[in-house]
């Protein structure tokens, strides 16, 4: 067995070679099949700098998307982080909720859209909906456990040197959700972009899931490839945007109370 370890070579080293490896099988795959099957990573590649130059694009569709993805995180992210919260301290709530929650989490997401299509009709508040209905279970099972794990040792010293109510939330339960809290916005914000698109491909005329579907109508299979690429990089620059440096500051925070 070989002793990768004794290498000593840094983890991006890895993390390009995965993707090198990545881009020459999608390039064999282009090569072996049609381009209205599999469209070349050149092709991909140009036809996504052709969209992100395209002003009627950038308007039509991907603002709309941006849109709709804040929107939904927002909603989403905010009334599971609530419920959560309150479900931690009352168990009533929470028994209440599991119901709830569990057929959130189990029915399939493409049946929710169709629902969602006839009690909403077609257009933003259907999209919004949908995904903030989607992610906030996600959210809620998090924060509900961390609060419900939450040290009762602190919770009764704080009660016997009478701790500030906001002492104990910021000194207490913020520091003991924070890690949970920004595991479940990254899966959250992965599922709540995924939503979108399909939410957009089904009910909507404008946004990338519209476009999405257009591309698969007129067999633009690179324009379909580009699309999809302009997906993830909207869930990359999240996350190393915003979700890393989060989890950086509460890491040093937690190193390092004041």
Same mark, same amino acid.
């Given at each position: ?23 020459? @099988? ?17 092709? *991909? ?19 709309? $998307? ?5 929107? #939904? ?6 009334? @599971? ?21 569990? /057929? !959130?989490? #189990? /029915?399939? @997401? /493409? ?12 257009? $933003?508040?259907?999209?919004? #909906? ?39 939330? $910021? ?9 949970? !809290?920004? #595991? ?36 633009? *299979?690179? *324009?379909?490839?580009?699309? $999809? ?6 869930? @990359? ?17 937690? *190193?390092?109370?004041?």
């Amino acid at each position: 067995m070989i002793d990768f370890r004794s290498l000593e070579l840094p983890p991006a080293f890895y993390n390009i070679l995965g993707f090198m490896l990545l881009i020459l @099988g999608w390039e064999a795959l282009a090569k072996n099949y049609s381009g209205l099957v599999v469209a070349a990573p050149v092709e *991909t590649v140009a036809a996504l700098f052709r969209l992100l130059g395209d002003k009627a694009f950038l308007l039509t569709h991907l603002v709309p $998307t941006l849109k709709r993805i804040a929107l #939904s995180l927002c909603i989403g992210i905010g009334s @599971g982080a609530m419920l959560g919260v309150l479900a931690g301290l009352i168990e009533p709530l929470r028994l209440m909720l599991a119901p709830i929650r569990w /057929i !959130l989490t #189990s /029915i399939p @997401g /493409i049946i929710v859209v169709v629902v969602f299509m006839l009690w909403f009709g077609m257009g $933003t508040t259907m999209v919004v #909906s949908i995904t903030a209905t989607m992610i906030a279970p996600i959210v809620y099972v998090n924060v509900a456990e961390s609060m419900m794990n939450v040290d009762s040792n602190l919770i009764e010293m704080a009660r016997v040197y009478r701790m500030p109510l906001h002492m104990r939330l $910021t000194r207490i339960y913020a520091m003991a959700l924070a890690r949970p !809290l920004l #595991s479940a916005v990254v899966i959250a914000t992965g599922n709540c972009i995924r939503l979108v698109v399909l939410a957009e491909m089904l009910g909507t005329n404008k946004g990338l899931g519209h476009a999405l579907a257009i591309s698969r109508t007129n067999l633009q *299979t690179d *324009t379909l490839y580009a699309l $999809t690429m302009l997906a993830m990089i909207i869930i @990359g620059g999240v996350e190393v945007l915003m979700l890393r440096p989060a989890r950086k500051a509460i890491e040093r925070k937690q *190193t390092c109370p004041s």
